[in-house]
């Protein structure tokens, strides 16, 4: 009997290939969120240091997503509850511009609920996500969403058609929540 062939080794790019990562920040923009949108450009600046120092900064793509909520809120400009500021994902540098200049209501819709659960269907679906790269949301709020059948949510929109779409997506797509 002979010995079977010896199998070829991966090629070095492919065994050392790190994934690509698209982390999209979706937060509360309503009145008493403005230390937190503070405390998010703190720390992706922390982030990127340790990112740099490790040779994964070029991988990694940022975007931002922020909502508020229906009248009385401030709405964004176009009336909507939600609002893209990255219209394309970014690098570090061009990153910690755009939240430099990202600014939080001055009125507030007078509830405690708020539209957590458009600004997450519109980060899942409206994202210019990267083909192939995985795919994460930190969600960043102080107040529970208005629930399905809500006149604030009028797409009735749930914790489960959320999910659905997130995975439903080309890539599934995971959803870290911070409160």
Do not use: C
Request: glycine share 10%.
């Amino acid at each position: 009997q002979t010995a079977p062939p010896p199998t070829a080794a991966p090629p070095a790019a492919a065994a050392s290939a790190k994934p690509e990562i698209d982390l999209v920040f979706l937060m509360d923009l309503t009145s008493s969120m403005q230390p937190f949108v503070d405390g998010t450009l703190d720390a992706v600046r922390s982030m990127a240091g340790s990112l740099e120092s490790s040779g994964s900064a070029s991988r990694i793509r940022f975007g931002f997503w922020g909502y508020r909520d229906s009248a009385p809120d401030e709405p964004f400009p176009g009336g909507g509850v939600t609002k893209l500021f990255t219209p394309a994902l970014q690098d570090r540098a061009a990153f910690e511009q755009t939240l430099a200049g990202v600014k939080v209501s001055e009125s507030s819709a007078g509830d405690y609920a708020e539209a957590v659960f458009n600004g997450v269907a519109d980060a899942i679906g409206k994202t210019p996500w990267t083909p192939g790269a995985m795919r994460v949301i930190i969600l960043i709020g102080d107040a529970s969403a208005h629930p399905a059948g809500h006149p604030k949510n009028p797409g009735s929109l749930s914790e489960g058609t959320l999910r659905d779409l997130a995975n439903r997506s080309e890539k599934p797509v995971y959803i870290l929540p911070i409160y």
